[in-house]
Nanobody, 123 residues
Framework: QVQLVETGGGLVQAGGSLRLSCTTS????????MGWFRQAPGREREFVAAISWSAISTYYADSVKGRFTISRDDAKNTVYLQMNSLNSEDTAVYYC????????????????WGQGTQVTVSS
C-alpha cells in the first residue's frame, strides 16, 4: 500500500500562484509514476500533469501547459505541482496519484490516490 497526503491548497486571486505537495509513505516512491488530477463540481476527474518514475519525462494537459510544473524529490518521497497564472477555470479539488501501470493520463492508470486538496481561484 501507498499512502498519499496532499497539502498546499487554498484561496488565491486570479493571476496568483500556489504550490501543491504530495508526500507518500509505504512502498518505494521512486518505483511509481506520479500524477496530479483535478475535479471541479459537477465534472469528471481530469488529468493535469504526470512525471515518470525516473523524472526524465513530464506530461501536461493542454489547459495547464506553460503555467504548471510538476517535479519530484525521491529523497523526500514528495511530488510537487507549481501552479502559476491561475484563473477561475483552475478551481477544483486537486488529487495526487501514484501508479505502476501503463498509461499516464487516465484515472485507471493509477493505483493509489490522496484525499485531495481544494484550490479556489477568485476573480
Amino acid at each position: 500500500q501507498v499512502q498519499l497526503v496532499e497539502t498546499g491548497g487554498g484561496l488565491v486571486q486570479a493571476g496568483g500562484s500556489l504550490r501543491l505537495s504530495c508526500t507518500t509513505s509505504g512502498r518505494t516512491f521512486s518505483n511509481y509514476k506520479m500524477g496530479w488530477f483535478r475535479q471541479a463540481p459537477g465534472r469528471e476527474r481530469e488529468f493535469v500533469a504526470a512525471i515518470s518514475w525516473s523524472a526524465i519525462s513530464t506530461y501536461y494537459a493542454d489547459s495547464v501547459k506553460g503555467r504548471f510544473t510538476i517535479s519530484r524529490d525521491d529523497a523526500k518521497n514528495t511530488v510537487y505541482l507549481q501552479m502559476n497564472s491561475l484563473n477561475s477555470e483552475d478551481t477544483a479539488v486537486y488529487y495526487c496519484a501514484a501508479g505502476a501501470r501503463v498509461g499516464l493520463r487516465t484515472v485507471a492508470s493509477y493505483d493509489y490516490w490522496g484525499q485531495g486538496t481544494q484550490v479556489t481561484v477568485s476573480s
